[in-house]
T-cell receptor
Framework: GIQVEQSPPDLILQEGANSTLRCNFS?????LQWFHQNPWGQLINLFY???GTKQNGRLSATTVATERYSLLYISSSQTTDSGVYFC??????????FGAGTTVTVRA | GAGVSQSPSNKVTEKGKDVELRCDPI?????LYWYRQSLGQGLEFLIY????????KSGLPSDRFSAERTGGSVSTLTIQRTQQEDSAVYLC?????????????FGSGTQLSVL
């Protein structure tokens, strides 16, 4: 299957700071999604972004499919942004391969 | 329903017992997925349903694991003769048609602990 590497594994931020999370993948993909898992375990879909750039409030994401990476930007971080961010990719069918995640802690 | 519902939220069982985990997808979603998340790990694909059919069971870790879906809605994941390595969070997700460009919506998961 497709290998997914996320970096950094852990990130500690002061409230109000900006950050960038990275996802590298080993093969061509037609499906790429970013998820946020909150401290209670709930997984929320943030973006479907196999290519291009999207923005949703303080979050934005960019995928450069030809270079096999995606970036998730968090601006003006808030404590509610804490949790684990997962990148998941797939070749074009239903099966997604998940990275190990980036654990983000935002301190007040 | 408004979201994907899973039950129970927590299950503690003894090694060797059978367990059933339930998933109720978003109403109208034809595609349903089971994933497993071990402590500190990413998600591992288990099985995919399109309607009541499971075209891909390749992620099931052993023949002790089985799943079914009835009425194109509720799904049950059954683990027979549980082992300690089965301890994990079992997550269910659904999507509208199972197409590539669809977002997955996850339930809150079932935390399974095998003693």
């Amino acid at each position: 299957g497709i290998q997914v590497e996320q970096s950094p594994p852990d990130l500690i931020l002061q409230e109000g700071a900006n950050s960038t999370l990275r996802c590298n993948f080993s093969d061509s993909v037609n499906n790429l999604q970013w998820f946020h898992q909150n401290p209670w375990g709930q997984l929320i879909n943030l973006f479907y972004i196999p290519s291009g750039t999207k923005q949703n409030g303080r979050l934005s994401a960019t995928t450069v499919a030809t270079e096999r990476y995606s970036l998730l930007y968090i601006s003006s971080s808030q404590t509610t942004d804490s949790g684990v961010y997962f990148c998941a990719v797939g070749p074009g069918d239903y099966k997604l391969s998940f990275g190990a995640g980036t654990t983000v802690t935002v301190r007040a | 329903g408004a979201g994907v519902s899973q039950s129970p939220s927590n299950k503690v069982t003894e090694k060797g017992k059978d367990v059933e985990l339930r998933c109720d997808p978003i109403s109208g979603h034809t595609a349903l997925y089971w994933y497993r998340q071990s402590l500190g790990q990413g998600l591992e694909f288990l099985i995919y349903f399109q309607g009541n059919s499971a075209p891909d069971k390749s992620g099931l870790p052993s023949d002790r694991f089985s799943a079914e879906r009835t009425g194109g809605s509720v799904s049950t994941l059954t683990i027979q003769r549980t082992q300690q390595e089965d301890s994990a969070v079992y997550l269910c997700a659904s999507s509208l048609l199972g197409r590539t460009n669809e977002k997955l919506f996850f339930g809150s998961g079932t935390q399974l602990s095998v003693l």
